[in-house]
Every structure is written in structure tokens, then in C-alpha cells.
């Protein structure tokens, strides 16, 4: 069975850092596209960023984020400096063998649970 498995959210203050991990399992996921996506209380799911060969970001992150993966241990990291109380979301995980659409959510198969990131200021 496909798990993600999402870890690392907490509480920080603005300007602070955050470093959240998603651990796949129950398959390999060499081939696939993985992808970070928050959802705030009230909100659409709002995309992050993605990487296949390498990472691409929403224009809101672009420059504060990291998206990293190692395919030897099945794991996806986002490294998250410098945040904002808007980015305070549910982080969530996903992965899809699809290379087309990769910032709308509907194209994405599976999905981890979430992890909370709370920024005050």
C-alpha cells in the first residue's frame, strides 16, 4: 500500500525556518513527480511547488523555499526560510507519474496527510 508520510511542521515566528519531510513508501517513486501543497483553514489547496528533474516553485515562495529528494531513500524535503504568517498552512505531500499540470492538485494521485506550519508574527 502507497503511503506519504509528511513530518517537520511546527510553530515558528516570522523570519524563522522550517524544514518538513515526506517519506514515501510502498513504492518507488524514481519516476514520479513529487509536489508540496498547502491548504489554510477556508482556503483552496494551494500549490507550492513540484520536482521531477528539478524543482519548480509558486511565484509566492520562489526564493524562500527549497525543494529537494532523494530517490535512494524515497524521501522529498522542503526547506522553508524566511517565513511569512501567510504561510502558515496544513502542508501536504503528493506524488503522479503525469507530466502534465503539475501545479493544479487534481492531477496528483496520491497524498499524505499533512503536517500543520503555524508563523506568528
Known amino acids: 500500500q502507497v503511503q506519504l508520510v509528511e513530518s517537520g511542521g511546527g510553530s515558528v515566528q516570522a523570519g524563522g525556518s522550517l524544514r518538513l519531510s515526506c517519506a514515501i513508501s510502498g513504492h518507488t517513486f524514481t519516476h514520479y513527480f513529487m509536489a508540496w501543497f498547502r491548504q489554510a483553514p477556508g482556503k483552496e489547496r494551494e500549490y507550492v511547488g513540484h520536482?521531477?528533474?528539478?524543482?519548480y516553485y509558486a511565484d509566492s515562495v520562489k526564493g524562500r523555499f527549497t525543494i529537494s529528494r532523494d530517490t535512494a531513500k524515497n524521501t522529498m524535503t522542503l526547506q522553508m526560510n524566511s517565513l511569512k504568517p501567510e504561510d502558515s498552512a496544513v502542508y501536504l505531500c503528493a506524488a503522479t507519474p503525469k507530466a502534465a499540470t503539475l501545479w493544479l492538485a487534481g492531477t496528483y494521485d496520491y497524498w499524505g496527510q499533512g503536517t500543520q506550519v503555524t508563523v506568528s508574527s
Open positions: 520536482i521531477g528533474g528539478r524543482p
